[in-house]
């Protein structure tokens, strides 16, 4: 069929090359073509060049030759690669904020809250640490590739979050979840309505009985949620529950749940336009109140690295693409986070 327009909604799906939905969307013809996109990079500039493939094949290259000469020139902090890459596709990007198209929007803030480790916490997550320094500078040294190391460290930011995490550790709260419920108890005390984000669902599983028992009502949805538009009415509706867990994959995009005005985000994550994008499901058109984002972290461990990576990923994409984009995790920024 040979389509008049053709409109890919959430293009960043296809973002990687070899995936089935991204071979479909390349086979479509179409005379236009539009892609919409909040996050139209969420892991590496593959993403983009993948979405413009689709576009207008040809523009960025080939796939190699962009990997080679653009992807890694500015992953490696070639702002003049990055200024020129904006300027390319720059004719063909209409990018309003939010701040643009809907001036009504109350003020959004985000906060640090810090927690500080307790002893036993501090004793295993130095022992992780120890270990993990290690293994990751003998993988790269192998050759190793970024995601045979991201499960070093998994354990090393779930140990900042909940000991129970960690397998053969077992405990019966954390530092990270007290400051939660003490937080989430005085917002609530003041009328709020909060999210609260894990990529992880057993922390959102560890966070439930302390809500119960301190009497807050919540509700959830995660990957396992067969009905979420029931889950959201309920929430959205007045005098819904107090608070919503939600997991970052499955709450983090094509939701509106602005019922709440305060976010907690439990883990922060290197790429920050994932984490900015679930934060919108509460900062969207119909939000009257002032939003307040809270990212939870501890205190000299690798979660303040992280929060460090954020921001310089934001700077190098904004020359490059715009405001709210990611990039990958190269090896000497995994070095540095265990350093």
Request: net charge negative.
């Amino acid at each position: 069929v040979d389509w008049d327009t053709i409109v890919l909604d959430e293009s960043q799906t296809i973002k990687n090359p070899e995936s089935q939905v991204a071979r479909a969307a390349y086979k479509l013809r179409g005379a236009f073509k539009i892609n919409l996109s909040g996050t139209p990079v969420e892991n590496s500039l593959e993403d983009l060049w993948s979405q413009f493939h689709f576009l207008n094949p040809g523009l960025l290259g080939s796939r190699a030759s962009f990997s080679e000469s653009v992807e890694r020139a500015v992953q490696a902090g070639d702002v003049v690669m990055a200024i020129r890459l904006k300027k390319k596709v720059a004719p063909f990007i209409l990018r309003r904020m939010k701040r643009d198209v809907a001036k009504e929007l109350p003020p959004k803030t985000e906060v640090v809250l810090e927690c500080e480790l307790s002893h036993e916490e501090r004793v295993v997550y130095d022992s992780i640490l120890a270990a993990c320094q290690r293994d990751v500078v003998d993988k790269l040294a192998d050759g190793g590739d970024v995601f045979s190391i991201l499960e070093l460290l998994l354990r090393l930011r779930q140990s900042c979050c909940h000991l129970s995490l960690i397998p053969g550790q077992t405990a019966q709260t954390s530092s990270k979840l007290e400051l939660l419920l003490e937080s989430l108890s005085a917002s609530i005390e003041q009328g709020h309505r909060a999210l609260v984000f894990s990529q992880w669902t057993s922390l959102l599983d560890l966070v439930e009985p302390k809500l119960a028992d301190a009497g807050i009502s919540f509700s959830r949805i995660d990957g396992g949620t067969s009905d979420r538009e029931t889950v959201v009415r309920e929430f959205q509706a007045e005098g819904g529950p107090s608070v919503l867990l939600l997991s970052l994959k499955a709450g983090g995009v094509g939701l509106n749940l602005t019922a709440a005005d305060h976010v907690y985000i439990l883990d922060p994550w290197w790429n920050p336009a994932v984490e900015d994008q679930a934060a919108d499901r509460a900062y969207r058109i119909g939000q009257e109140n002032p939003v307040l984002v809270h990212r939870l972290v501890a205190r000299e461990t690798v979660e303040e690295r992280v929060l460090e990576l954020q921001e310089r990923k934001r700077g190098l994409l904004q020359a490059a693409v715009g405001e709210g984009a990611g990039l990958a995790l190269s090896r000497e920024e995994i070095l540095e986070l265990v350093s």
